[in-house]
């Protein structure tokens, strides 16, 4: 089967940098993506991870290491709005299905 | 461009009535997803389509039946509710190829009483 782990909750402040983190188990994995939900709102895309290494866009960058099943969501300059609930996901298995991660909720502090 | 479209956005079922749930895109996109989304959880996968035609059972798939009806078509249907259902469903879909990104509708609150 598939699964995805990630802490469950993440505090920092606001400017500051914060990492999270999702280890994965999955077989005929395609690549991680990352997602952001805002409260009462639906999931939105951020980032996708092919291939090892760290993918930069703007603020939120996002890291992936294949042989270690790992990889992370980096996000700089928090700011207020950047508080949401951060999943990972994973296409995989023999069917290809998008499976998501236990989701990790950052509060970002003034 | 909808998107992805879902309805209804909030429901009331008592224990043991039935219900459907409706989704739609129209980004021509081949696979399509139902989830479930409890507090202080994930997206637990209920029901996938990679085509039309086809259906997979996903992660929690027991309660509820599913339908493709064409391609921009996936409904999820509840034949008889419990209060165990009681969750947030997202409907979403991605295009062909390995990238990921899924687009998601707005949600239907269900609560079962």
């Known amino acids: 089967g598939q699964s995805l782990e990630q802490p469950s909750e993440v505090t920092a402040v606001e400017g500051a940098i914060v990492q999270i983190n999702c280890t994965y188990q999955?077989?005929?994995?395609?690549?991680l993506s990352w997602y952001q939900q805002h409260d009462g709102g639906a999931p939105t895309f951020l980032s996708y991870?092919?291939?090892?290494g760290l993918e930069e866009t703007g603020r939120f960058s996002s890291f992936l290491s294949r042989s270690d099943s790992y990889g992370y969501l980096l996000l700089q300059e928090l700011q207020m709005k950047d508080s949401a609930s951060y999943f990972c996901?994973?296409?995989?298995?023999?069917?290809?299905?998008?499976?998501f991660g236990t989701g990790t909720l950052l509060a970002v502090q003034p | 461009n909808a998107g992805v479209t879902q309805t209804p956005k909030f429901q009331v079922l008592k224990t043991g009535q039935s219900m459907t749930l409706q989704c739609a895109q129209d980004?021509?996109?081949?696979?399509m997803y139902w989830y479930r989304q409890d507090p202080g959880m994930g997206l637990r996968l209920i029901y996938y389509?990679?085509?039309?035609?086809?259906?997979d059972k996903g992660e929690v798939p027991n309660g509820y039946n599913v339908s493709r009806l064409n391609k921009r078509e996936f409904s999820l249907r509840l034949e008889s509710a419990a209060p165990s259902q009681t969750s947030v469903y997202f409907c979403?879909?991605?295009?062909?190829?390995?990238?990921?990104?899924?687009?998601f509708g707005q949600g239907t609150r269900l609560t079962v009483v």
């Open positions: 979403a879909s991605t295009r062909p190829g390995a990238n990921t990104e899924a687009f």
């Open positions: 999955t077989s005929g994995f395609y690549g």
């Open positions: 991870n092919a291939l090892d």
């Open positions: 996901a994973a296409r995989g298995g023999a069917t290809n299905k998008l499976i």
């Open positions: 980004m021509n996109h081949n696979s």
């Open positions: 389509s990679a085509s039309e035609g086809t259906t």
